[in-house]
């Protein structure tokens, strides 16, 4: 027994002795497991700690929050083709892709790939060196909006972004009502509402990117930086593109802020300036040119652009309209809404309806000026249009066609001429007709959209303020040093006509749908008073689908050329057939096109250095090239491109009121 307690005693001690090595592995253990306790309690209370979890909580909720963005700003994006906020759901998944930037192989790629500045160092390396100052004028929506407001429930958000940036999504999630109504502008006068002010930010910033990792200009800031350029030669005009084009001189001095700047670089450096103007922006780059030599405008004289003004460069030019335009005024729709799954649809209605859209729509005048500008001559009329192909099957003539349901009556106004079928003099017509007085009136005073062939009556337009937004209705400066670069994308599907239907009455201060409507002039038509439900819903017939006709038809959406934002025929047919002509360009301005094939790059959420998209044009190879040579002094290096059947289609226009209809159409 006591042999057998000696020998338990013996046997402890052994284990438990410093020399053993499990007694050492165990100990050490037992000890480091204390310290991780102790460390992690600590680590855990933390305030850094405790904040980067917040902070990667709150990165996830917005996630989420975004991929369900409220329906009124995302309506907003895809209206002027910028990306919904639920491409944050895409980008979420790309992050983890194998294209994906944290990817060990490619960190580094997340914010800087180099691409940004190749362009720029690839012509500095030719030794080309900024030259001329260069004046950038964004499109419609690409300029933040700030609120200036000092009273009421606004003053708190003083300086706040109303539009662009992540200040914008969280004035929409806030308080949906509340942004609506701070960005509408009164119906009556133009401006902002009573108790309201907003205004366009200003600098390089204001349009630099629409969100943060959504860019705009950033590409193009970088290659010109690249070529020696800075805030010294180099600016954006940043504009409120809400307003018309009157009332931005009116309001805000905008035309004669440009001018200043302009007469300053001239000045200054002893150079011309070359302007650089994306989408809505080259038609306010043109109305510039007539306002700053009239005697109604700008007082500059008949020689001020040939003396100031180098060249301009348009990027996807709204010259001749959009037709996507045309629909969001009549019943606040488009592609993008009436190809929404059935419950986003729902959504969509149920918290911005379409007469909600419409009413925003219609109260910025500033996208009227991208009403469609020609009308039949230049969009078709009831057998052929001119960007129709050989194989169509239904003409885009027919801008919109109706097809009436089972028991229905073709709607009065369409019984005669055609079935239901109008051109596009008859859709503007038709379309001001089912508008409110207030927006005729402001159409009547400021935009005309028709095409004048009378050299005397182009002249005499030069000072009609209301015609210097349409080409087709005024002649470009005599400069015959200036040049014009049209640089626009081709080879994706944009929406050109429409098939529509009627729905039920509804109560409505225009009232065109009662028997006997009084249009008092072309753009004025009201009814009699009534209690009763006079106006009659339309809404593109989503009903109508055939992918294999001629054009494609989808969801009531008839397709067409262009860079999916603007059709073809506007981008293009002044450029290479009417300002080819004397009687729109008296003075010889060289007019170059360069077409830029839509050729995506795989796995790039933007298309990459070869997108030919209306706004990913900004970022690709071929648009910077064409403006770091026009910019430094190599203009003459731009080639003519050609890639579509823009020179065929713009043939067959009636341009000089003397061909045959049979072969024009």
Not at 317 to 324: A, C, I, M, R, S
Not at 451 to 461: G, I, P, Y
Request: a negative charge.
């Amino acid at each position: 027994m006591a042999s057998s307690k000696e020998s338990f005693v013996a046997l402890n001690a052994s284990v438990t002795s410093s020399a053993n090595p499990v007694y050492v592995f165990l100990s050490r253990f037992y000890d480091s497991y204390a310290t991780f306790q102790k460390m992690w309690k600590k680590i855990l209370t933390s305030k850094r700690v405790m904040l980067s979890i917040g902070i990667l909580v709150g990165f996830a909720a917005c996630t989420l929050l975004l991929t369900n963005p409220p329906s009124s700003l995302s309506l907003l994006l895809e209206e002027y083709d910028l990306p919904t906020l639920g491409a944050a759901e895409v980008e979420w998944k790309e992050l983890f892709s194998g294209n994906s930037p944290l990817v060990p192989w490619n960190i580094g790629r997340a914010n800087f790939d180099g691409r940004e500045f190749c362009v720029g160092e690839e012509l500095s390396a030719r030794g080309l060196r900024a030259k001329h100052p260069v004046i950038l004028i964004p499109g419609i929506i690409s300029t933040a909006l700030e609120n200036w407001s000092t009273q009421g429930e606004y003053k708190a958000q003083f300086r706040k972004r109303y539009w662009g940036g992540a200040s914008m999504v969280m004035r929409a999630i806030q308080n949906p009502e509340r942004w609506m109504a701070a960005l509408m502008l009164d119906p009556e006068t133009g401006l902002d509402p009573p108790g309201v002010k907003i205004r366009a930010a200003q600098g390089i910033d204001a349009a630099q990117k629409f969100i943060e990792g959504y860019w705009l200009w950033e590409k193009i800031l970088q290659n010109l930086a690249a070529l020696n350029y800075d805030t010294n030669n180099l600016e954006l005009a940043a504009y409120d593109w809400r307003l018309s084009y009157r009332n931005l001189e009116i309001r805000d001095g905008y035309f004669s802020r440009l001018k200043h700047a302009i007469e300053s670089y001239k000045k200054r450096q002893g150079k011309k300036t070359v302007m650089v103007a994306h989408s809505m922006g080259a038609t306010v780059a043109l109305y510039f040119l007539k306002w700053v030599e009239a005697e109604e405008g700008g007082k500059g004289g008949p020689q001020w652009v040939e003396d100031h003004i180098e060249a301009i460069v348009s990027v996807g030019g709204t010259f001749l309209g959009v037709p996507k335009a045309m629909v969001a005024f009549l019943s606040g729709e488009m592609k993008d809404t009436v190809t929404m799954s059935p419950a986003a649809s729902f959504v969509l209605e149920r918290y911005f309806n379409k007469r909600e859209r419409v009413k925003l729509f219609r109260s910025w005048a500033g996208s009227a000026s991208m009403w469609i500008k020609g009308g039949d001559v230049i969009w078709g009329n009831e057998t052929h249009a001119p960007d129709d192909t050989d194989d169509c099957g239904h003409t885009h003539g027919h801008f919109l066609s109706f097809r009436p349901k089972e028991d229905e009556k073709v709607p009065r106004v369409m019984e005669n001429p055609g079935a239901g079928n109008l051109t596009v003099t008859g859709a503007n017509d038709w379309i001001l007709s089912h508008t409110p007085t207030s927006y005729q009136r402001m159409i009547e005073s400021n935009y005309s959209f028709g095409f004048e062939r009378d050299e005397k009556q182009l002249k005499a337009n030069n000072h009609d303020f209301r015609k210097w937004t349409n080409p087709l209705e005024v002649q470009l400066p005599n400069a015959p040093s200036l040049n014009i670069v049209c640089v626009y994308g081709h080879g994706l599907q944009t929406e050109r006509s429409y098939w529509y239907a009627r729905g039920e009455y509804v109560q409505d201060d225009t009232m065109a749908d009662s028997d006997r409507p009084q249009c008092h002039s072309m753009s004025e038509c009201t009814s009699p008073q009534s209690d009763f439900p006079m106006a009659r819903v339309s809404y593109i017939d989503f009903s109508m689908t055939d992918n294999n006709a001629v054009p494609k038809l989808r969801n009531g959406v008839k397709v067409g050329e262009g860079d999916g934002t603007v059709s073809l025929l506007s981008l293009g047919a002044m450029c290479v057939e009417g300002w080819r002509r004397k009687r729109w360009n008296p003075g010889g301005v060289k007019i170059t096109t360069h077409e830029v094939a839509h050729e995506p790059e795989a796995y790039h959420l933007r298309g990459g250095a070869s997108s030919g998209d209306h706004i990913d044009i900004l970022g690709g190879t071929p648009l910077n090239e064409i403006v770091g040579k026009v910019a430094t002094g190599a203009g003459d290096e731009v080639e003519e491109r050609i890639i579509s059947n823009i020179r065929e289609y713009a043939s067959r226009i009636d341009w000089d009121g003397d061909l045959d209809p049979d072969y024009v159409f």
